[in-house]
């Protein structure tokens, strides 16, 4: 679908990450190590020490690692049951629980608005891109640190390795039948977006039983950086970057194919006066 999911859903996914415990315990196996190539990125192209929003921070690992890194950081999340975490360990670490399509900032406070691995758990993207743009001074960045969930390289790599007697991605392609069907979709939905004049931002229904922690079940935007660039182009943006990789084999295909990259690193730049 082309328009926002059931209009409930906000609603259930607040409840979901405001209550999770498992989800919570989840997100705190995440290590320093992990979230390097979103440090990576965003040090890329913003000076320190600039203002940055870190955009549903989660347990607030990065709101930490930023301000280390010598940024003026801000961490904010829906969910203040995921923020008690850094909130214990190190109460001076700046953090808000807000709706980020309530942002309680005032316009244009912010040199940069980053987000890793959150825009694809967000019900209404284009409500979200203004709400950060928004907040975000003139010749300020964005930064979208995710994967590309309709990438047909990821299903392609879970084909390859289940041929080789590997296990499937979970929700995904758990079978090969599974990611063949994902391999079809995916390629049919980066063609369309590839020629479309227009972004089509295309959602799923998330898993929030429980079942599944992790590897995107609870997301619901199927998140690509054409759509996103094409409506930050739009409001007057100017793309910088849209594929991120750490390996080598990713880094050729971030380069020659960056719409189709398996994990997506979208820096966008607000120009002086739109």
Known sequence: MSQPP??????D?????????LYRDDLITHDERFLEPYLILVERY??????????????????????????????????PLFLAVEKQANPETGLVASDALRL?????CFDAVAAFEFVEHISDVPALLEEMSRVLKPGGWIFFHSPNLISPYLPAYDLLRMMM????????????SQAWSWLMRNLTLS????????????????????????G???????????????????????????????????????AV???????????????NVL
């Not at 059931?6 to 609603?11: H, K």
């Not at 000076?47 to 904010?76: E, F, H, N, W």
């Not at 309680?104 to 244009?108: A, C, L, N, Q, V």
Request: glycine share 8%.
């Open 6 to 11: 059931r209009p409930e859903l906000a609603g």
């Open 13 to 21: 996914l607040k409840r979901y990450y405001q209550s999770s415990t």
């Open 46 to 79: 913003l000076r320190k020490p600039a203002r940055v929003l870190d955009l549903g921070c989660g347990a607030a690992l990065s709101t930490r690692m930023l301000i280390q890194r010598g940024y003026d950081a801000v961490g904010a999340d829906w969910s």
């Open 104 to 108: 309680p900032f005032s316009d244009g």
């Open 165 to 176: 007697g590997g296990e499937g991605r979970p929700v995904f392609a758990e079978t090969p």
């Open 191 to 214: 063609l369309r977006k590839k020629f479309s004049l227009r972004p089509a931002f295309t959602y799923r229904e998330p898993d929030l039983s429980e079942n599944r922690i992790g």
């Open 216 to 254: 995107d079940a609870d997301s619901v935007y199927l998140s690509n950086p054409m759509d996103l660039s094409s409506c930050l182009r739009r409001k007057g943006f100017i793309i910088e970057q849209r594929a991120h990789a750490m390996s080598l084999k990713n880094k050729f295909l971030a």
């Open 257 to 271: 194919t960056p719409n189709f990259a398996p994990y997506m690193g979208l820096v966008a730049y607000k120009r």
